[in-house]
């Protein structure tokens, strides 16, 4: 074991982590309030997950390219176990939301945990056996373009899929919003498919990528628009409008890094599914 990949990687989900905080500290503390321990959930259970990342599949975090390749997988990695976390493990009172945010059948949450963490075992195990199966059946084979982006996009499909359970029977079924998930994932997936022969890691990190260019337009570009599962709901710590603006620099900063990342890794040489350099 490389102690000092190791570290890498544990940086590199903190920063993940840390990056998908913000932006949820930014949307939901005039809701609810900001706490410290909250907020340095997600960089915890990030770093975890790039620790467990690593162990698992050893990349040479040495080259720019697969750390930014790893960034993103660990930031899908950190979302999908807080969002299991959420949806089946935590108890909660629903009341506070517009939309329910543990597991629900039409809008109706389902209260008993037992059954809400057999149905998130079913879900996560189904989630787990189409990337694995994506894998197994291309492994390291030549894709034409088309066919990357169609693969990119799959897990696009899928969180469009789990959103649109969660989503549309309170807001309704908006199919702009439901293809926007699969096409930044092709998008992310094809740069990915650049730096790594992975089909895997290109499916993974192209979602990472998809979920934090679009929580940024959501959380930045609409500063003043609650987020969906507080439509409605009263603002009762309006302290936070001006106090999370401080948060900004810090979430921009890891932006200006990723990108950074993408142009350096873009001009170094890498091995990958695609060459766009």
Request: charged content about 15%.
């Amino acid at each position: 074991m490389n102690a000092i990949h190791l570290a890498t990687a544990t940086v590199v989900g903190f920063a993940a982590g840390l990056h998908v905080s913000t932006w949820g500290m930014f949307k939901d503390s005039p809701h609810e309030g900001f706490f410290w321990p909250r907020y340095f959930r997600s960089p915890i259970v990030g770093a975890v997950m790039g620790a467990i990342a690593y162990l698992v599949a050893r990349p040479n975090l040495g080259e720019p390219a697969t750390v930014v390749a790893f960034f993103g997988v660990t930031y899908v990695l950190e979302r999908g176990a807080i969002e299991f976390w959420k949806t089946f493990l935590r108890t909660e009172d629903q009341s506070k939301y517009f939309i329910p945010m543990q597991f629900a059948v039409f809008g109706k949450v389902v209260h008993g945990k037992g059954q809400r963490l057999v149905i998130g075992g079913i879900i996560a195990g189904a989630v787990i056996v189409t990337f694995l199966g994506i894998h197994w059946t291309l492994g390291r084979a030549t894709l034409t373009v088309p066919a990357l982006l169609l693969t990119a996009s799959v897990s696009g499909w899928v969180s469009a899929c789990l959103g649109a359970w969660k989503d549309a029977p309170v807001e309704g079924f908006q199919p702009l919003k439901f293809v926007r998930s699969p096409l930044w994932a092709a998008f992310w997936g094809f740069l990915v498919a650049s730096f790594t022969t992975s089909i895997l890691v290109v499916i993974m990190a192209g979602l990472g990528f998809t979920i934090a260019t679009l929580e940024t337009y959501k959380t930045f570009f609409f500063p003043s628009r609650p987020r969906g599962k507080f439509a409605g709901k009263p603002i009762l710590f309006p302290e936070m409008l001006q106090r999370r603006r401080a948060f900004a620099a810090l979430y921009a900063g890891i932006w200006a890094l990723m990108i950074w990342g993408f142009v350096t890794a873009m001009h170094s040489h890498r091995p990958g599914l695609v060459h766009l350099f």
